[in-house]
């Protein structure tokens, strides 16, 4: 089974901060990793597909880059809609999801 | 409006079953891959199972090793409905489960779509 390793698992930050998130594979998924945005009792919001695409209608502060087992989700200015929850995703063998990093407010 | 729509969840004793369903609109059903995901309180997203577009002995069905033998998936795609049917259940598969469509055609890729999910709670 692939594992996914997310780092930092909480982060506190400010409004217009740049943020960036990392997600390691245990091994390689080429580029067919996701990340996800979930706020408390919401479901999960697709970002960004395969490591660097973004989904249609999320704003351009997101990206995401990487492949292999290496990837990054950056939010270039954080703003307050973006306080939440963020997960990444393989999807290169079955799916696995990351623990999840927590974005609060510094 | 692209939608899903989960019931079925509810409280169950150890060893119990649930069904789960899910309703699709908005979207061709019957071309899509489908998963279950579940979320524990307070935890992070765990992936359940997927079943490929087709329904009945035609479609193929995947599960997660701490499901598997116990869970079934489904779709009915006539009904624009997927299902999870729930046997043997455990305490520690008390989580809020979700259905979420694949995000193209092929199956093996993101989830675009979530449902807004279902608490199930295993407990005496």
């Known amino acids: 089974d692939i594992q996914m390793t997310q780092s930092p698992y909480t982060l506190s930050a400010s409004i217009g901060d740049r943020v960036t998130i990392t997600c390691r594979a245990s091994q390689s998924i080429s580029s067919w990793l996701a990340w996800y945005q979930q706020k408390p009792g919401k479901a999960p919001k697709l970002l960004i597909y395969?490591?660097?695409s973004l989904e249609s209608g999320v704003p351009s502060r997101f990206s995401g880059s990487g492949s292999g087992t290496e990837f990054t989700l950056t939010i270039s200015s954080l703003q307050p809609d973006d306080f939440a929850s963020y997960y990444c995703?393989?999807?290169?063998?079955?799916?696995?999801f990351g623990q999840g990093t927590k974005v609060e407010i510094k | 409006e692209v939608q899903l729509l989960e019931s079925g969840g509810g409280l169950v004793q150890p060893g119990g079953s649930l069904r789960l369903s899910c309703a699709a609109s908005g979207f061709t059903f019957s071309s899509y891959a489908m998963s279950w995901v579940r979320q524990a309180p307070g935890k992070g997203l765990e992936w359940v199972s997927a079943i490929s577009h087709s329904s009945g002995s035609g479609g193929s069905t995947y599960y997660a090793g701490s499901v598997k033998g116990r869970f079934t998936i489904s779709r009915d795609n006539s009904k624009n409905t997927l299902y999870l049917q729930m046997n043997s259940l455990r305490p520690e598969d008390t989580a809020v489960y979700y259905c979420?469509?694949?995000?193209?055609?092929?199956?093996?890729?993101?989830?675009?779509?979530w449902g807004q999910g279902t608490m199930v709670t295993v407990s005496s």
């Open positions: 979420a469509k694949d995000r193209g055609t092929t199956m093996g890729d993101a989830f675009d779509i």
């Open positions: 395969k490591a660097s």
């Open positions: 995703q393989q999807y290169d063998s079955y799916w696995t």
